[in-house]
């Protein structure tokens, strides 16, 4: 597609359940990161990827969210037993390498709500 | 970890206005990012800067490596140019992710 795309936009869900976040990068971005931003607050980075090498975890706030990028290309961030503090928008970015120019594209995000 | 600091938290001011937006870093990078956020809006990168100067149209971003320092300008700011502007710095301490400053909110008043 033209654009990062992210899907759900919304999702509503039960304290407690498991939900998936979909992200779908610029074609040809090797760079994949996953934000969240709760509301009022700043940015903050979650995970990132970049090509085949390990991702980088150290922003996952806990063992309940993971992140995997399957082929280089989707990525899908879950979180498991949802807790209220996980509502937030849940925002994903593709860049190239710094080497060919790095900008980022974010998605319009994932607004996850815990009930 | 690096810690980025930004100022002023909150700008208002009158359209026509030369704008000010400052960014601070604790420790090096391999590169500076500045983007923009309109109230309900998703996010657009204006900059990606490793030294020196960009301009883009109104928008002039600028950084000085040694004093860890980036400052985004905005020259005869237009009402359209009320966004919340957040700097976001790559790399320092080894690791490859964005650290983001907590934003700058500007509104520019008609």
């Known amino acids: ?115 | 970890k690096n810690e980025v600091e930004q100022s002023p938290q909150n700008l208002t001011a009158q359209e026509g206005e030369f704008i000010t937006i400052n960014c601070s870093y604790s420790v090096g990078i391999s590169a500076l990012h500045w983007l923009q956020q309109h109230p309900g809006g998703g996010i657009v990168s204006l900059f990606m800067l490793s030294s020196g100067k960009k301009k883009h149209g109104r928008l002039i971003a600028t950084i000085n490596i040694q004093e860890k320092h980036s400052s985004l300008h905005i020259t005869a700011s237009h009402p359209r140019d009320s966004a919340v502007y957040i700097c976001a710095v790559r790399g320092g301490g080894g690791a490859d992710g964005l650290t983001f400053g907590k934003g700058t909110h500007l509104i520019i008043q008609p």
């Open chain 1, 1 to 115: 597609g033209a654009g990062v795309s992210q899907s759900p936009s919304n999702k509503v869900t039960e304290k407690g359940k498991d939900v998936e976040l979909r992200c779908d990068p610029i074609s040809g971005h090797t760079a994949l990161y996953w934000y969240r931003q709760s509301l009022g607050q700043g940015l903050e980075f979650l995970i990132y990827f970049q090509g085949n090498s390990a991702p980088d975890k150290s922003g996952l706030p806990s063992d309940r969210f993971s992140a995997e990028r399957t082929g280089g290309s989707v990525s899908t961030l879950t979180i498991q037993r949802t807790q209220q503090e996980d509502s937030a928008v849940y925002l994903c970015a593709s860049s190239l390498p710094r080497r060919a120019g790095g900008e980022l594209f974010f998605g319009e995000g994932s607004r996850l709500t815990v009930l």
